[in-house]
């Protein structure tokens, strides 16, 4: 049995999935991939079922409801830790992470690392057709959670991942709190701050050129309130600790 399982969350992807399937087969052979549909109504859980039907080493996930990427990604982790993957990876589909990179990414994990980023915003980094917002959003977002959060990470809300599972079985997935695209931020801080292994790997991201995006203003709030009440409590746990010894 393949030992990494490629996670792959899909809303409203079809003209996107059957391609991304091809080129994350091509890019590592010996990988399963888990596509995680939410009921697009758009006929993407149809297309990635086809693709299934010929390929051994895809199968589907079907939820019934648009649920968020969080949720989707945790019944996706927890396929690949009730299977024994002993890795499991994250990429959207709709072709902004390029599944070449995959190969570099996995065989961080293998050499030590619990996480792997593949990051726009570590030297080496880029990317491509992004609108200004979109771009002031991700590097004023990133920059405001390394302070907020006292973290190492330059990409801390980057969708392109690679995890060791056991990474993941080390703190109860269901405890994740976050729903929208926050999620990928709680995951990598507390990766981080159990002592874990995190290695960014930089990546160019180059902005989809079918479908939509399904990023929306609710998503940032949710972010932004979460970190910042998560470093407002890791102050007061620090201003507390020495008064108790
Ligand atoms: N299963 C599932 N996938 C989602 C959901 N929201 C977004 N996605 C997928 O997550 C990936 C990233 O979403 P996208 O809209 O491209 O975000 P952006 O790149 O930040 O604009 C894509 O593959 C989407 O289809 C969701 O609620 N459920
Ligand atoms: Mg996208």
């Given at each position: ?37 939410d009921g ?22 079907h939820r019934t409801a648009?649920d ?178």
């Amino acid at each position: 049995m393949a030992d990494l399982l490629v996670l792959v969350p899909t809303y409203n992807e079809v003209e996107s999935i059957a391609d991304l399937l091809a080129r994350v087969r091509a890019a590592l052979p010996d990988a399963d991939v888990l596509v995680i549909d939410d009921g697009s109504p758009d006929g993407t859980g149809e297309l990635a079922d086809a693709a299934a039907a010929a390929d051994p080493a895809i199968s589907v996930l079907h939820r019934t409801a648009k649920d968020g990427l969080g949720r989707a990604y945790l019944a996706g982790f927890a396929r690949a830790r009730e299977l024994g993957y002993g890795f499991a990876a994250e990429i959207d589909a709709d072709g902004s992470h390029d599944p070449a990179e995959l190969p570099a990414m996995v065989a961080l994990a293998r050499a030590g690392a619990d996480l792997v980023i593949g990051s726009r915003w570590v030297p080496g980094g880029a990317v491509r057709n992004w609108p200004w917002l979109r771009q002031a959003i991700s590097r004023g977002g990133n920059a405001y959670a390394r302070v907020a959060l006292r973290s190492d990470i330059r990409d801390i809300t980057a969708g392109f991942r690679v995890f060791r599972t056991s990474a993941l079985s080390r703190f109860d997935a269901t405890t994740v709190s976050s729903q929208g695209y926050c999620f990928q931020v709680e995951m990598a801080w507390r990766i981080e701050k159990s002592g874990l292994t995190v290695v960014e790997h930089p990546i160019t991201f180059v902005e989809r050129a079918h479908g939509r995006s399904k990023m929306h203003m609710g998503i940032v709030a949710e972010a932004l309130w979460r970190v910042t009440l998560w470093g407002l409590a890791e102050r007061l746990q620090a201003a507390e600790r020495p008064r108790r010894s």
